[in-house]
Structures are given as C-alpha cells and as structure tokens.
Nanobody
Framework: QVQLVESGGGLVQAGGSLRLSCAAS????????MGWFRQAPGKEREFVAA????????SYADSVKGRFTISRDNAKNTVYLQMNSLKPEDTAVYYC????????????????????WGQGTQVTVSS
C-alpha cells in the first residue's frame, strides 16, 4: 500500500513563496510520474504541474508557468512544488498524485484517475 502525504502549505502574502512536498511511503515510486492538482472552493479540480519518472520531462498549467517549479528526489521518494510570486487566485487545496502513466497526472479526468492521491494541503494567498 502506498500513501502520499503533502506538507508545506500555509498562509502567505501575495508575491511570497511556498515549497510543497509530497512524500510517499509503503513503496518506492521512482518509476511513477508525479503530479500536482489543486481545487479552490466552488471550483473544479485543475491540473497544476507534472513530472515524469526520472524528472526529464515536466508539464505546467499556463496559469503557473514561470512561477511554479516541480521537481523530485527519487532517493527520498518525494516530489516538490516550488511556488513563487504567489497570487490570491492560487489559493486552493493542493493535492499530489502518482501514476505509471504521465498522461494521468497532467490531465484532469473522471474516467481515468491517477493510481494514488494525497489528502491535500491548504495554500492561502492573501492580498
């Protein structure tokens, strides 16, 4: 059994930075693609960023390009999301996900969900 646990969320002012972490336990996920999604109150879940199994390929939502950076440390079984220049519209619960298929962690779908999901961490950006 695999568990994903997000951490690093909190309250920051607009323009500030946060670094989210998603640590996996139970088994190694070195062969899995990893992704970040978010969901704001009253809105649908949206894709944020994804990274393939070895970190050689990344994908970002247009809304976060140039501000967010996804990375991973397979030795620590952890994926990170560095968030800079935060905006109030970034306020949401952020979830990490893992799946052997890169597509499933970079596209929002209800018919083919990622294999593993974390429980989420709250990010609030004040203005």
């Amino acid at each position: 059994q695999v568990q994903l646990v997000e951490s690093g969320g909190g309250l920051v002012q607009a323009g500030g930075s946060l670094r989210l972490s998603c640590a996996a336990s139970g088994r190694t996920l070195s062969g899995y693609a990893m992704g970040w999604f978010r969901q704001a109150p009253g809105k649908e879940r949206e894709f944020v960023a994804a990274i393939n199994w070895n970190g050689g390929s990344t994908s970002y939502a247009d809304s976060v390009k140039g501000r967010f950076t996804i990375s991973r440390d397979n030795a620590k079984n952890t994926v990170y999301l560095q968030m800079n220049s935060l905006k109030p519209e970034d306020t949401a619960v952020y979830y990490c996900a893992a799946d052997p298929t890169f597509l499933r962690v970079r596209v929002v779908t209800t018919t083919s969900e990622p294999t593993y999901w974390g429980q989420g961490t709250q990010v609030t950006v004040s203005s």
